[in-house]
Each structure stands twice: as C-alpha cells, then as structure tokens.
C-alpha cells in the first residue's frame, strides 16, 4: 500500500481512534448522499495541517514557540510535514 502518496481511490486504512471516528462521520455522509444523489451534493476534503489568519491552533504555536526562542528540538530537525494555506482550502 503507497501510504506516501495516497489519492482519493486510496483505501482506508485509519490507525488510531481519531481517524476510525473521522471516518464513521464520513460514512454517515455517504449514507445520507447516496439516499438522494440527484439532490444532494457531497464533498468530503482530508487536508493536512492548516495554517493561516485567525489560526491558534498547533501550527500557531509552534510559530510562536520558535519566534519566542522556546522552541525544543528533538532529533536532527530533519522531518518534513504537509501544510496548506487556508486560502487554498477555501
């Protein structure tokens, strides 16, 4: 299974109660679409990290953390993480 570069045929494969939860939801959806395609409409988006304006969540801290000088690196500072500009998702 290609886990790097996963497209939307990709299977599911959620690995700890958050994701089983996010994916029930999105099979709750499904149900509910699928009762009346013809009238409804259904998008489901898995972005990754979001950033942006008005954001306070992780990625604003870890921002703030670094600019203030408490930021604690752990390893050789060499991992990469997907992010996205909340003005591309919207």
Known sequence: ???HNP???HPHDPFNHYGKSKWQAEEVLREWYNKAPTERSLTIIR???IFGERN???VYNL???IAGGKFMMVGAG???K???YVG???
């Open 7 to 9: 497209d939307e045929n």
């Open 88 to 90: 591309n998702i919207v």
């Open 1 to 3: 299974m290609n886990k």
């Open 63 to 65: 921002l703030k953390q």
């Open 56 to 58: 306070r969540g992780n």
């Open 47 to 49: 972005p990754t990290v």
């Open 82 to 84: 997907s992010m996205a």
């Open 78 to 80: 060499t991992n990469y």
